[in-house]
């Protein structure tokens, strides 16, 4: 399921990351809990877990290749909870993408068993002004608290039956990307040696597509579209689009940044239009960068699963402009 600002689910902060519709998650952790460092330690486990694979907690398939959601509301995760669910499910190998709190699973007659420990999922609150220092704050951002909530894979409960895959077919995921890609007007050019987004044309260089190939998770199709909307991500972050910069904060790091904003953009994607989403080689280049800035800020994943958020958001807001429905 793609989603939009605007959604009837959405925050009214809605580019943070955050458990998307209800957010009634009712086992809450510590105030002394460290969210932003448990939530990045799973990740880059898990990054480090797949690196000599080449795959990434986002590299999914199966079942749990869905954005994951939450089984008493049905209500999709976004913006760092899904990464952060993707990477626990790697490391742990749950093949579900049903989540929920203790007392959610008891409320649908299941029952968490003995032992399992729940994993952390963030919500962001906006915090009301008080009024006092209005005059002298300049900065007119929300200012927003993070509060971090247990939460259990259906791998981990009794007494609940997983209901099937919602997954697109094939051949209709690849007709929908198709008019998804069309209907951002972003141009594509292809007959190019390399996959890349040219900022200086505003445009998408990519090989043809016979000259992909397919894998044990996706066919040479699904490899083409991954690719494509990774480079479409980019796309996104043009100065006259959401004008994405990196550089102030990370640095000689930027780049690495930028790359990971659009790895987990075309994953978003990817899982919404039921797009496998393939593992690359060239990820070499970057593992070593994603992890050094996950040491180095932890706060730089929810930044970046923000900014991915905020890119899918764009696009699918851009074709929907352009006339574009999906599943149309």
């Known amino acids: 399921m793609i989603t939009a600002p605007g959604h009837p689910g959405a925050p009214e902060w809605s580019g943070a990351p955050a458990v998307f519709g209800r957010t009634n998650m009712d086992t809450s952790v510590s105030p002394r809990f460290n969210v932003y460092e ?18 990434m907690p986002w590299h999914v398939a199966g079942p749990g290749s869905c954005i994951p959601v939450n089984a008493a509301t ?26 929920a709190s203790y007392r959610q699973w008891q409320s649908l007659g299941a029952q968490v068993r003995r032992g399992e420990r729940g994993s952390t999922v ?21 200012r927003l608290v993070a509060r971090a909530f247990r939460v259990f894979n259906a791998a981990q409960v009794d007494g609940w039956v997983e209901p099937p895959p919602a997954r697109i077919p094939e051949f209709f995921a690849i007709k929908e990307v198709d008019a998804f890609v069309h209907a951002t007007a972003i141009s594509v050019r292809h007959g190019s040696s390399m996959a890349r987004y040219i900022p200086s044309q505003d445009t998408i260089e990519m090989p043809d597509q016979k000259r992909f190939v397919g894998s044990a998770t996706s066919t040479s199709t699904e490899t083409y579209y991954s690719v494509l909307l990774h480079e479409l991500t980019h796309a996104s972050g043009a100065p006259h689009r959401l004008d994405r910069q990196f550089g102030k904060r990370f640095g000689d790091k930027a780049y690495a940044m930028e790359e990971l904003v659009a790895e987990l953009g075309a994953a978003f994607l990817c899982a919404a239009l039921g797009i496998a989403n393939e593992p690359r080689q060239d990820h070499a280049a970057y593992m070593t960068s ?39």
Do not use: C
């Not at 448990?38 to 795959?55: F, H, L, P, S």
């Open 38 to 55: 448990a939530v990045t330690e799973k990740i880059a486990a898990a990054i480090r877990k797949g690196a000599g694979m080449y795959v």
């Open 74 to 99: 049905e209500a999709p995760y976004r913006g760092v909870n899904i990464v952060a669910l993707w990477a626990i499910s790697a490391v742990e190998g749950y093949q579900s993408g049903h989540w």
């Open 122 to 142: 963030v919500f962001f609150k906006q915090l009301e002004d008080d009024g006092d220092d209005a005059e002298q704050d300049t900065d007119k951002r929300p």
């Open 290 to 328: 994603w992890l050094d800035v996950l040491d180095r800020d932890q706060k730089a994943i929810f930044t970046a699963a923000s900014q991915a958020q905020k890119a899918v958001e764009f696009l699918v807001q851009l074709a929907k402009s352009n006339g574009w429905q999906i599943g149309k």
